[in-house]
């Protein structure tokens, strides 16, 4: 399994893991996502505009919808 693919599976269980994950990582908490993968990845760089925090690793980029 690619790193990518590790990467969207994590990312598939925290939304999994509860039916508002969605609606708390895209309105307010996308940061946290960030700290999450961070942590695990630590090259992960934290893009943003004024609304929304992306995050990038490698040469991909996710949020909780992937």
Do not use: W
């Not at 269980?13 to 039916?19: C, D, G, L, V």
């Not at 934290?46 to 609304?51: A, P, S």
Request: charged share 20%.
């Amino acid at each position: 399994m690619t790193k990518h693919q590790k990467i969207l599976n994590l990312i598939t269980e925290i939304r999994s893991s509860h039916k508002e994950m969605t609606n708390i990582f895209l309105n307010g908490s996308c940061i946290n996502l960030f700290c999450i993968l961070h942590t695990i990845y630590p090259e992960a760089k934290m893009y943003y505009n004024i609304d929304h925090v992306i995050t990038k690793i490698d040469n991909y980029f996710y949020d909780i919808t992937g």
